[in-house]
């Protein structure tokens, strides 16, 4: 029903930058909010941050003030741009849809098959 590419991730030195793209396709679904989870080796996946359709972000405690994310409902994408990197932020990144499934308005979670970010100098 949906496809969630993501492009975007890399290694990059700490203090660097990188941006997160996430392309969502498919049909028979209403997004309701997109957004970015990572999971680091070890630990559980866990929010990044999330964008509503009306355009409302929501950050985890880690990353506000460093990540800004940003959402193009014409093209059904969201980016995530990560400013002064740490090596804490090593994580493979999910990309998420929250959707209703039409036409029975089933709410589902979709998820792209993630981007390594690798932050090491």
Request: hydrophobic share 35%; aromatic share 10%.
């Amino acid at each position: 029903q949906v496809q969630l590419v993501e492009s975007g991730g890399g290694l990059v030195q700490p203090g660097g930058s990188l941006r997160l793209s996430c392309a969502a396709s498919g049909s028979g679904i209403s997004i309701i909010a997109m957004g970015w989870y990572r999971q680091a080796p070890g630990k559980e996946r866990e929010l990044v941050a999330t964008i509503t359709r009306r355009g409302s972000p929501n950050y985890a405690d880690a990353v506000k003030g460093r990540f800004t994310i940003s959402g193009d409902n014409a093209k059904n994408t969201v980016y995530l741009q990560m400013n002064s990197l740490k090596p804490d932020d090593t994580a493979v990144y999910y990309c998420n849809a929250d959707a209703w499934v039409l036409p029975a308005f089933v709410r589902r979670d979709f998820w792209g098959q993630g981007t390594q970010v690798t932050v090491s100098s």
